[in-house]
């Protein structure tokens, strides 16, 4: 069933995308992430054009990561403080990503930078999931115990000035890194259009200790204010959101997110990590083969708009 989206300019298979929306939900359900980094390269290799796909799947995150938040709210498993100070530098980091992402337009250079950074981005962090969880595999074979870097110790960012205390979390920290984590979050999900959850996660608990029992419910809350001033940033700035685009990946994200849930709390930890470890790093390469193989077409024609 062929239906035309206004905004990307393309005929697609409403079938098609109701069938990612299921996929990238059930794996966000498995792994407990937001699928940005999943859903917007999924966009680009199916004819989606790089800024409508970043500016759509920017509001289909803050629409999954709604439900999580009032979840987690519930449960008394959020530090608002916490949260407040990295919205803080997540909303001051979401408008420069915006305002990189529209200069970067008008010189025509986004396509290409968007690739560039998921092609870095996802190796990165895909390569280190990968080496991290066959570690813990292997020791998990041989019989010894897996070592687990655990909140409450100390590292150099504790030393710095200007701590506040943050009592749900139990720890007493500078407000300097708080401010740069969420600066860096808000900055990369506005640019690259994902939320920015399985790099925030780690950051928290590495960096800042955060527990584990508040860590997640406070990251999700900061997903869901950049994605959402992300959205109407772009909205207003670029008129890049489809709203039909993303009204069908929300419908099959948040059935497939409940299958996905059922089926993570059946496998170990390990081999999670190491099967999302993988599949980062496989989209990883797939942009880098992109941008290294001749494409079908060496010329294209785009409209920008204008007289």
Do not use: C
């Not at 813990?136 to 590292?155: C, D, E, K, M, N």
């Not at 849930?261 to 990590?273: I, S």
């Amino acid at each position: 069933m062929q239906i035309y989206l206004p905004i990307a300019d393309l005929p697609v298979n409403m079938f098609l995308l109701l069938g990612m929306g299921l996929a990238v939900g059930f794996i966000s359900g498995m792994f407990g992430i937001g699928g940005g980094f999943l859903m917007t390269p999924l966009l680009i290799f199916i004819g989606v054009v790089p800024a409508v796909a970043v500016a759509t799947v920017s509001s289909h995150i803050a629409a999954s990561s709604a439900s999580s938040a009032i979840s987690y709210w519930r449960r008394n498993a959020i530090d608002i403080p916490l949260a407040m100070m990295l919205l803080a530098g997540g909303i001051v980091g979401t408008a420069g990503g915006v305002w990189l992402f529209t200069l970067l337009r008008s010189a025509d250079l986004l396509d290409l930078v968007i690739a560039l950074s998921y092609v870095v981005l996802l190796v990165a962090v895909g390569g280190m999931m990968v080496s991290e969880a066959l570690r813990a595999i292997i020791r998990a074979y041989q019989g010894y115990p897996v070592v687990l870097r655990r909140p409450g110790s100390h590292t150099w960012l504790h030393g710095l000035p200007f701590k506040v205390r943050f009592k749900r979390s139990k720890i007493y920290v500078s407000a300097m890194p708080v401010l740069g984590i969420g600066f860096i979050i808000g900055f990369i999900g506005s640019l690259m259009g994902i939320g920015g959850g399985f790099l925030l996660v780690p950051m928290l608990i590495y960096f800042l200790r955060v527990p584990t029992a508040t860590v997640i419910g406070t990251s999700t809350v900061l997903t869901l204010i950049t994605m959402a001033s992300a959205t109407v940033m772009h909205a207003a700035t670029n008129h890049l959101v489809d709203a039909l685009l993303a009204l069908i990946l929300m419908v099959g994200g948040v059935v497939g997110a409940q299958f996905g849930a059922r089926a993570g709390q059946r496998m170990k930890a390990e081999r999670l990590r190491l099967l999302l470890g993988l599949l980062v790093l496989g989209v990883g390469v797939r942009f880098a083969l992109d941008l290294t193989i001749q494409p079908s077409e060496l010329f294209s024609i785009r409209f920008t708009g204008g007289g």
